[in-house]
């Protein structure tokens, strides 16, 4: 063979392989997006799963803040109740007062 033949059977060979290496790496490329989407379709759910543990953990502390407001309703009521029967005790108490008094400013 003369040399320029075998400079072109050279290049035909290395050009040959070379596509090949191309398209070994088109394939791992193709292979490797689905490994890159299924990463982050995972990574979402786990993100997803953590909010939602978040949203019930606040949902929880909002019940027992309810409970805690429902709680302290009650007992402002109750004291509402005892300080009024307090004043008609008292109110009683000074109309007695009031009306021993005139008895002895009577009596006197």
């Given amino acids: 063979m003369s040399r320029p033949m075998l400079l072109v059977f050279l290049l035909l060979i290395l050009i040959i392989t070379s596509q090949f290496e191309w398209k070994q790496q088109l394939v791992r490329d193709i292979d490797a997006t689905p490994n890159v989407s299924e990463k982050q379709l995972r990574i979402s759910k786990r ?42 005790t008292l109110s009683s108490l000074a109309e007695n007062i009031m009306e021993l008094e005139r008895q002895q400013i009577l009596e006197d």
């Fill in 47 to 88: 993100e997803e799963a953590v909010k939602e543990k978040i949203i019930l953990s606040q949902e929880k502390n909002i019940q027992k803040l309810n409970e805690l407001v429902r709680s302290l309703q009650e007992q402002l009521l109750e004291c509402r109740s005892s300080n009024g029967s307090a004043n008609s």
